[in-house]
């Protein structure tokens, strides 16, 4: 085994995340700084760009199901 390898692997058990009540509350925010996980209907924004896709999408269907997936795909589209 290389040295290169051998450093890699001790690099690689030493790098466990972060050990602090900080250093934990900051990286369990990532998602959120990234778009990861946002909560799209709190956002009044984004509820009515959300609804206004959906109609565009959904047409003139006035079947619940369509409307639903209509709005569900208008959502995924937001984040």
């Keep these: 085994m ?4 051998r450093a890699n692997r001790l690099n690689a058990r030493r790098s ?5 009540a ?5 990286v369990a925010r ?5 778009r990861l ?12 760009e959300i609804e206004r896709l959906a109609r565009k999408i959904a047409g ?3 079947d619940d199901f369509r409307r639903e997936l209509a709005y569900r ?3 995924a589209q937001m984040i």
């Design 2 to 5: 290389s040295a290169r390898v």
């Design 16 to 20: 466990i995340g972060p050990k602090t």
């Design 22 to 26: 900080a250093g934990k509350q900051k």
């Design 30 to 34: 990532n998602a959120l700084q990234h």
């Design 37 to 48: 996980a946002v909560a799209v209907d709190r956002d009044p924004t984004l509820v009515l």
């Design 60 to 62: 003139d269907a006035t």
């Design 73 to 75: 795909v208008s959502e």
